[in-house]
């Protein structure tokens, strides 16, 4: 084997290190690699670029640019966030929309408004949640009698009945007649509880013929739509409402 070969065999050549940092100069902190010296090279060319970039592209701005995302996002902490549009259809209106025509929606409209009426007339409406309560003032002559006043007493009826909205007798009703109907708590209670039910089925019932005279309404705009073709939007359209168009006014032939 040459000499010149023996030299150039990767196998008996010497790793060349870097040397470390002297000891006298530890105050100075590490010592810079070439590693570490290619790190900082590229970030610090990168960061020139960008900057040039951003210098050219203030440069060669035009004043009057627009573009659409000037008014479809905002700066949010230092952040560009777009804009969430406002919601016009729910799923549930689209999905009933495609599928169904405005016949069927006033059907079931009509259906459940016929409904709500006949658990209106079952129901007496006086206890029922979301309906303001009715005040009773009283009026007294002293402050003594403001400290000692006892509702039970001024209404002239038992301390168990104050609470009731209705059907709250006084005590020489009491006294007169029998008393009927349930006197156990538990089946009172039972009443209760059926009668809220009662008031929650009601709810439901008023909210779903709502959606449903939204849904005949957004439908029967969209047929006019298609029929008229000269309009001018008055109000745009929302998840509660639909839209309001005006049309230009033509003689028929």
Request: glycine content about 2%; aromatic content about 6%; charged content about 40%.
């Amino acid at each position: 084997m040459s000499a010149s070969f023996r030299k150039a065999l990767k196998s008996r050549q010497k790793d060349h290190k870097e040397r470390s940092q002297p000891g006298f100069r530890k105050n100075l902190g590490l010592l810079e690699k070439k590693k570490d010296y290619k790190l900082r090279a590229e970030d610090y060319k990168k960061k020139r670029t960008t900057l040039n970039a951003l210098r050219k592209k203030a440069l060669e701005k035009n004043p009057d640019e627009f573009y659409f995302k000037m008014i479809s996002t905002k700066l949010q902490d230092g952040v560009h966030v777009i804009k969430q549009k406002t919601e016009e259809v729910t799923d549930e209106q689209m999905k009933i929309m495609r599928t169904q025509d405005i016949k069927y929606v006033e059907m079931k409209r009509v259906a459940e408004a016929r409904k709500i009426e006949r658990l209106k007339s079952e129901l007496h409406l006086l206890d029922a949640k979301g309906k303001p309560k009715n005040k009773h003032t009283f009026f007294c002559d002293t402050k003594k009698e403001v400290l000692n006043f006892d509702l039970a007493e001024r209404l002239n009826t038992a301390p168990e009945l104050v609470n009731r909205v209705y059907n709250r007798p006084t005590l020489e009703t009491l006294h007169k007649q029998r008393v009927t109907g349930p006197t156990n708590m538990n089946v009172l209670k039972k009443l209760a509880k059926q009668r809220q039910r009662q008031y929650d089925l009601l709810n439901q019932r008023i909210e779903r013929e709502k959606k449903m005279f939204v849904i005949s309404q957004k439908i029967q705009a969209r047929k006019d739509i298609m029929e008229k073709r000269e309009k001018v939007k008055v109000k745009k359209e929302t998840v509660n409402s639909a839209p309001i168009y005006k049309f230009k006014s033509q003689r028929k032939r």
